[in-house]
């Protein structure tokens, strides 16, 4: 009796990871980057395996689906076929999960059902791992485009236009000579934060 209540817990957990992980691949936010403004937020920038879109402060949302398959990056091609892949095993694994328990009076003598039920367990470990890789694979792109201080794809390109102070914003004189500050603005490029 208590083996039959373990694989009813175990096949409803199994389940509920495969929902939970078919529910992760229509979901709209897999990247997220605000630009804001002083006092608000003025623009979202959002995106999923599928289309990326963007949200101003009014709330109109403008998005575009990715045009060719063969024009994505390499990272989300993985990572459609990753988790394409782990709601396919899911799915497979759930039907061969509920073959094999012991509960059920499909699946054939109590040989059949134990060598069915580890054949589950296998095919919700695969399950796992590509949903754990695909989801791994996004999360570490983003994490590195984010510190790579030259991709500047999402990121705001500042300009320093000089200090507001008053002795930068007025001419000085010495000896009759008009001494101007230089624009400091030629130093830095876009990666310059201030």
């Avoid at 691949?25 to 403004?37: E, N």
């Avoid at 949903?131 to 994490?143: D, F, P, Q, R, W």
């Amino acid at each position: 009796m208590a083996s039959t209540a373990s694989e009813i817990i175990a096949f409803m957990v199994s389940i509920s990871g495969w929902v939970l992980v078919s529910s992760t691949l229509p979901t709209d936010y897999w990247k997220v980057s605000t630009i804001d403004g002083t006092v608000i937020t003025t623009a979202t920038y959002w995106a999923n395996l599928w289309k990326m879109c963007v949200t101003d402060s009014t709330g109109v949302s403008n998005c575009k689906d990715f045009p060719s398959m063969l024009a994505l990056d390499g990272y989300i091609q993985a990572c459609r076929g990753l988790m394409i892949a782990a709601v396919s095993l899911g799915f497979f694994g759930s039907i061969f999960a509920l073959f094999g328990m012991k509960c059920t009076k499909v699946g054939g003598s109590d040989k059949a059902k134990a060598k069915i039920a580890c054949l589950a367990g296998i095919v919700f470990i695969l399950s796992g791992l590509c949903s754990m890789t695909g989801c791994s694979l996004y999360a570490n792109k983003i994490t590195t485009e984010f510190f790579d201080p030259l991709f500047m794809e999402q990121k705001m390109g500042y300009t320093y236009n000089g200090a507001t102070s008053i002795m930068s914003s007025r001419t000085k004189y010495h000896g009759g000579e008009d001494f101007k500050t230089t624009n400091p603005s030629k130093q830095f490029d876009k990666n310059a934060y201030v």
